[in-house]
C-alpha cells in the first residue's frame, strides 16, 4: 500500500474556496491597503479556517497588475467567443415560454468567470 504524497496534494477544496473569495473581496473593494512601498501594498485578515484561527496576508503589486492586464484581455476575449456561440444556440432554441428562457439564460450566466451580463432583459425578436 503506497501512501500519497502530502507535499504534491492539491489543498482541500474548502481551502482554495475561502482562498478566492477573500482575493475576489479584496479585489473588488479598496479597502485597508497598507502601502509597504511606491509599488507594493498589502492587507492583513483574520480568518477562521479548519478551526484555527489564522492570519492572511494579501499582497498586490503594480508590476503584477500590469503583467497580468495582456493574459487577463486574452481570456476575456476567449470568453467573449463563448458566450456569444452560446447565445447564438439560445436564440436557435424553442422556449415554451419567457420563464424557461430566463432560466435557461440565467444557467448560462452563472458558467461566465469574467463577463458580467448587464442587462437581463427578455425581448422578443421581430
Excluded at 477544496?13 to 473588488?28: A, F, H, I, W, Y
Excluded at 477562521?48 to 495582456?70: C, E, M, T, Y
Excluded at 447565445?87 to 440565467?106: D, Q, R
Aim: hydrophobic share 40%; net charge positive.
Amino acid at each position: 500500500m503506497a501512501l500519497a504524497d502530502p507535499i504534491h496534494q492539491l489543498d482541500p477544496p474548502s481551502t482554495n474556496k475561502l482562498e478566492k473569495e477573500l482575493t475576489e473581496r479584496v479585489v473588488e473593494g479598496v479597502e485597508r491597503w497598507s502601502r509597504l512601498s511606491k509599488e507594493y501594498r498589502s492587507q492583513c485578515h483574520r480568518v477562521k479556517h479548519n478551526g484555527i484561527q489564522q492570519g492572511w496576508i494579501i499582497f498586490d503589486s503594480a508590476a503584477a497588475r500590469v503583467s497580468l492586464q495582456p493574459t487577463t484581455a486574452k481570456q476575456v476575449l476567449k470568453e467573449m467567443v463563448v458566450a456569444k456561440k452560446t447565445i447564438l444556440h439560445l436564440c436557435a432554441k424553442n422556449f415554451c415560454g419567457k420563464s424557461e428562457a430566463k432560466a435557461t439564460l440565467v444557467l448560462e450566466i452563472k458558467k461566465l468567470k469574467l463577463l458580467r451580463l448587464v442587462d437581463q432583459r427578455v425581448a422578443t425578436i421581430s
